[in-house]
């Protein structure tokens, strides 16, 4: 038996007697990022496809929502620093090594280019519209010209957002939970597919929700086949990983990881989505509403849970 | 230069001096810490050890606060003292989440906070603070490259041990046991 005491009265604000650093900002962002790199994905891919015309809402309608929920997810960040009137300092180094600074460079780009992917459409989505300046017009026509290379930018980028979702906690080798490399995928997918159920529910055309669940059926078997491999290499791994993955196994994270994650956010809509691909009848915002639940509560379960494990000495 | 500790770990009679002298020395607000003592007692009754630790940062030769720090506010001063520029750092808390040893803190000012091995007096040729005040001598403060310093004695004739080395952070704190 070993118990070890701090004899000195050590009992530090969030930090004693477990890490709490990170309150809900930093999920919801998490979730905000990967959604939003899930819708600029897809409204890129289709873009690229040369399918703007079958996938209106994918390209057109849906992209609307990216720039708003990145803002939103912006604000939780900057509302988690403690440091507030020093976070211009991001913008003044690119360090490499740290994923917070690459991702906040990606941030920094994608947020307005999803804007304007939005301002590009908007002759499109509403009749009438006009650019009142001679400039606006000059970068429409030049937008609509490059329009595919645009659309891999935004791919690249999204890409590049929804990873790094995951590797922002993956970094983190003092938690044993987070320190897994398969974080970055799993944040990636799980991203996309809150992004395509998003994009289903602002779909009105039947044809296009049906090839958008056929894709986010994809996306969730993928994920569930990386939470099973996350949860094997947690199995296989050292002490410090396997008491990691107590959590989930009994510890005070069962229910909301196995009933909320898996069970309600991926196993019950991905049923819902083939159910309704065989011709039954579904209300459309259950399955989205399922899958945003389940990838919501996934990143809260990962950051909390993630924050207690730690090394044993 | 590579500035380290090493703790006698059979002298440390766990007083909490060190830790007075540290939030005096280097103003560290109420109710924090920037060093701490814990009291590790192993087996069962009546065959017992009982260890005293006092602890504080690792000052890691492969600081996983500073490659995480997105502005470089957390960086690797001269000796391999890691330190934190005030006005640089945004308390984003990686730094926090990245270390294994918890030897940070928020600071109520904002920025993140930690020990310092009290660069401001070794500069001067002092010791840290806590060294200077240890009434049992079971802190030994110097320069690793130099074979006749303090650490470096300390550690030739004794066995030690680091704190998680698993975690590949190569900590400069070395346990005297």
Same mark, same amino acid.
């Given at each position: 038996m !070993?118990?070890?005491l701090?004899?000195s ?13 990170w309150?809900?900002?930093?999920p919801?962002?998490?979730? &905000?990022? %990967?959604? +939003?790199?899930g ?5 890129g891919?289709?873009?690229?496809? %040369? !399918? ?5 809402a994918?390209?057109?309608w ?11 997810? &912006?604000?939780a &960040?900057?509302?988690?620093?403690k ?6 300092q &991001?913008? #003044?180094t690119?360090?490499? #090594? ?7 460079w990606?941030?920094?780009?994608? #947020? ?6 939005? +301002?590009?459409?908007m ?10 300046y001679k ?6 026509i ?20 929804g ?28 991203g ?43 199995? +296989? ?38 159910l ?11 399955p989205?509403v ?14 909390e849970?993630g ?5 044993l000495? | 230069?590579? $500035?380290?500790m ?16 540290c *939030?005096?020395?280097n103003?560290? /607000?109420?109710?924090?810490c920037?060093?701490?003592?814990v ?5 069962t $009754?009546p065959?017992? =050890? ?5 602890e504080r940062?690792?000052?890691c ?18 000796? @391999? ?9 945004? @308390? ?7 270390? /294994?040893? =918890?030897?940070? $803190?928020?600071? /109520?000012d @904002?920025?993140? =906070? ?11 040729? *002092? ?14 403060? @110097? ?6 310093s ?6 030739? =004739? ?6 998680? /080395?698993?975690?590949g952070?190569?900590? *400069?704190? $070395?346990?005297?046991t």
């Open positions: !070993k118990e070890e701090f004899v009265g050590r009992n530090i604000p969030n930090i004693d007697p477990y890490l709490n650093i309150h809900w900002q930093i919801l962002y998490l979730f &905000l990022g %990967g959604l +939003a790199a819708i600029i994905f897809f409204a891919y289709f873009v690229v496809r %040369g !399918k703007e015309k079958e996938m209106p994918t390209v057109k849906a992209p609307i929502i990216a720039p708003i929920i990145l803002v939103i997810g &912006l604000i &960040l900057f509302w988690d620093l440091h507030k009137l020093y976070f211009w &991001l913008y #003044t690119i360090r490499f #090594t740290s994923p917070m600074s690459w991702g906040a990606t941030l920094m780009a994608i #947020t307005p280019f999803s804007i304007i992917w939005v +301002a590009s459409y002759k499109e989505m509403v009749p009438g519209w006009n650019w009142k400039i606006l017009i000059g970068y429409d030049l937008l609509n010209k490059y329009r595919k290379s645009f659309a891999w930018v935004m791919m690249i980028l999204a890409i590049i957002l990873v790094y979702t995951g590797i922002l906690l993956s970094a983190f080798n003092a938690r044993p939970l987070w320190n897994t490399s398969i974080l970055g995928p799993l944040f990636l997918v799980s996309f597919s809150t992004g395509l159920a998003t994009t289903m529910w602002v779909s009105k055309d039947e044809k296009e929700r049906k090839i958008l669940s056929r894709i986010d059926l994809v996306f969730i078997a993928v994920e569930l086949f990386l939470i099973v491999h996350l949860f094997m290499g947690f199995m +296989a791994g050292t002490a410090v990983k396997t008491e990691a993955f107590q959590l989930f196994l009994g510890g005070p994270f069962t229910v909301s990881f196995w009933v909320f994650v898996v069970l309600l956010g991926l196993i019950f809509p991905a049923t819902l989505e083939t309704e691909l065989w011709g039954y009848h579904v209300p459309k915002w259950i989205p399922l899958i945003l639940f389940g990838g919501l509560m996934f990143r809260f379960v990962m950051v849970a924050q207690i494990t730690r090394f000495y | 230069m590579r $500035y380290a090493a703790i006698d770990t059979k002298k440390c009679v766990g007083c909490g001096d060190c830790v007075v002298a *939030q005096t020395e103003n560290v /607000p109420h109710g924090y920037r060093d701490w003592i009291e590790s007692v192993e087996g $009754y065959n017992l =050890d009982l260890e005293f630790r006092s940062c690792n000052h030769d492969n600081a996983p606060c500073v490659r995480c720090c997105p502005t470089g506010a957390s960086h690797i001063a001269e000796g @391999g003292i890691v330190l934190v520029t005030h006005n640089e750092c945004i @308390g984003c808390g990686a730094c926090i989440e990245s270390c /294994p040893y =918890d030897a940070r $803190y928020p600071h /109520p @904002g920025y993140v =906070d930690k020990c310092t091995f009290c660069i401001h007096r070794v500069e001067k040729g *002092q010791n840290p603070a806590c060294v200077d005040v240890c009434p049992t001598k079971c802190l030994h403060f @110097g320069d690793l490259d130099d074979p006749n303090e650490v470096s004695l300390a550690l030739k =004739d004794r066995k030690w041990k680091v704190l998680a /080395p698993e975690a952070t190569k900590p *400069q704190l $070395y346990f005297l």
